[in-house]
């Protein structure tokens, strides 16, 4: 079956780093954009950033732009954010997204990993 699993959060002070994996299965990863998203609490669930189908291109929404890099490895299955100069307001669940560019367009989600950043 499908899967996601992301993985790496954690509690970090702010300016501090994390590295989130995501693991995928059940599915032709390299078929797939793939994306990380984030919710904080009592907030609707945010795009912080995606990469295409062969990391070719990238996108950033602008509280991240400078700060975090997604990457993936398409031999590993596996989509990457490097969190850098974490701020409080980063403080969320981040989640993995999976999104099929052609039709039928399937999307899957990760459960979820918690980040918080302390001042």
């Known amino acids: 079956q499908v899967q996601l699993v992301e993985s790496g959060g954690g509690s970090v002070q702010a300016g501090g780093s994390l590295r989130l994996p995501c693991a995928a299965s059940?599915?032709?990863?390299?078929?797939?954009?793939m994306g990380w998203f984030r919710q904080a609490p009592g907030k609707e669930r945010e795009f912080v950033a995606s990469?295409?189908?062969?990391?070719?291109?990238?996108l950033y929404a602008d509280s991240v732009k400078g700060r975090f890099t997604i990457s993936r490895d398409n031999t590993k299955n596996t989509v990457y954010v490097q969190m850098n100069s974490l701020k409080p307001e980063d403080t969320a669940v981040y989640y993995c997204?999976?999104?099929?560019?052609?039709?039928?367009?399937?999307?899957?989600w990760g459960q979820g990993t918690q980040v918080t950043v302390f001042s």
């Open positions: 997204n999976a999104e099929e560019n052609a039709p039928p367009r399937r999307s899957y």
């Open positions: 059940g599915f032709t990863f390299s078929r797939y954009v």
């Open positions: 990469i295409g189908r062969s990391a070719g291109s990238t």
